[in-house]
């Protein structure tokens, strides 16, 4: 497979090296400086996609080594939103202590300078395969505090708000076209979470209708992807909360899967590694052209899983959607936050490179 997704992919976030994890905790003590940090973070992408490379992965990332979370980096950047301690029960991680905040919409919402074009442009300066970026999608400014956290006197009507979360996309994603970005992922657990009926409770206590949302989020994705290069290939990373191993939502993906498969984007990256996420049956409304990767490998354990096994399911799904239109990748990042998974780097590199060795065999011709 010549363009991306590649038949071996992966979904972006990788382990912290310790060393890094050190320096990003004494940064934030206020015990080092800025720019050492960033040296650190240099040095520790420059290995980092080495190593992918080695391995014989197409697609590298910079691991989101300069984020702390996976999606809050990204939209606290945006104009107009601002960073909420997560108060209540709200999307709570269960079992865990630490919670994410919530990005809140307090202004007018716009992109008034670029983000992370250059955490892009540094990852494509040390590569030799195809550098992908990885940003979290639009609708996840709204799915987790919902109307509530949108200002009414910023937006007291929603249709503006989305009007201008698209414009907002479209300028930070020109930017990052700007820098040299031709592989994106948008990463979107909403479409995953949605299909949870504790989640649609959720949203209805934040004053939407669950049942509304997908349609939504898949119409602002399409808005925020009009005028990208004609040679950008765009994918959705959809899963169900990797935040230390644990996980938000379950539920197989029949109630939104027309309204994903709806954005016009190149391919879904999907879960699939366990039973929370459903059977392979809504793949029958994938499109023509439009490829599936399936996240077979789990992040969330160190256990490795089978060349068997791991092909017994694609020959599964095979049999719902045409092997062409077919990938393999971990089901999610491998450190979504700066804490990472319930795993070793070892494991970690284990898992990746037998994602590249079932590809191979199931693919040769790719």
């Known amino acids: 497979m010549s363009r991306p997704p590649y038949r071996a992919d992966q979904v972006g976030s990788l382990l ?34 080495r190593q992918q490379e080695a391995i014989g992965l197409q697609a590298v990332t ?11 980096d990204f939209l606290g950047q945006l104009d107009g939103v601002t960073l ?22 307090t202004g007018k919402v716009s992109c008034s300078r670029p983000i992370m074009a250059d955490h892009f442009a ?24 919902g109307r509530a956290a949108v200002s009414r006197e910023a937006y007291p009507d929603l249709e503006e708000f989305w009007s201008d979360v698209a414009l ?68 959705i990373h959809t899963c169900r909360g990797n935040f230390k191993s644990a996980w938000v939502a379950e539920g197989g993906y029949d109630p939104v899967v027309e309204a994903m498969f709806s954005t016009n984007v ?6 699939f590694d366990s039973s929370r996420a459903g059977g392979f049956e809504p793949l029958r409304k994938l499109p023509a052209g439009k490829k599936v990767v399936l996240g077979l490998v789990t992040t969330k354990l160190g256990e490795l899983e089978s060349k068997d096994d791991l092909k017994r399911r694609i020959d599964e799904a095979a049999r719902i959607v045409p092997l062409d239109q077919l990938a393999l990748s971990p089901q999610c ?4 936050t700066h804490h990472g998974n319930a795993l070793s780097v070892d ?20």
Request: aromatic share 8%; with cysteine.
């Open 122 to 145: 540094y990852l494509k300066s040390v590569a030799t395969h195809t550098p992908k970026m990885t940003i979290p999608s639009p609708s996840m400014l709204h799915l987790r505090g």
């Open 347 to 366: 494991d970690q590199w284990r898992k990746l490179e037998r994602v590249v060795e079932v590809a191979a065999e199931v693919w040769p011709a790719d």
């Open 168 to 235: 907002a996309y479209r300028q930070a994603i020109w930017h990052l076209a700007q820098a040299g970005c031709r592989y994106l992922q948008l990463d979107d657990i909403t479409f995953a979470y949605l299909c949870d009926p504790k989640i649609q409770d959720n949203c209805r206590k934040n004053g939407d209708d669950p049942a509304a949302l997908p349609r939504r989020y898949a119409q602002v994705i399409n808005a925020a992807l009009e005028g990208r290069p004609e040679d950008m290939v765009v994918t």
């Open 16 to 49: 912290r090296p310790a060393t890094l994890a050190a320096a990003r905790q004494a940064f934030h003590r206020g015990e080092l400086a800025a720019e050492a940090l960033r040296t650190q973070e240099d040095a520790a992408i420059r290995e980092v996609v």
């Open 84 to 105: 909420v301690r997560n108060e209540g029960e709200k999307f709570k991680v269960a079992g865990q202590g630490e919670q994410p905040p919530i990005a809140s919409v």
């Open 266 to 271: 190149d391919g879904y990256f999907m879960e």
């Open 333 to 336: 990042g491998f450190s979504s």
């Open 62 to 72: 910079d691991g989101e080594f300069r984020r702390d979370w996976w999606h809050l």
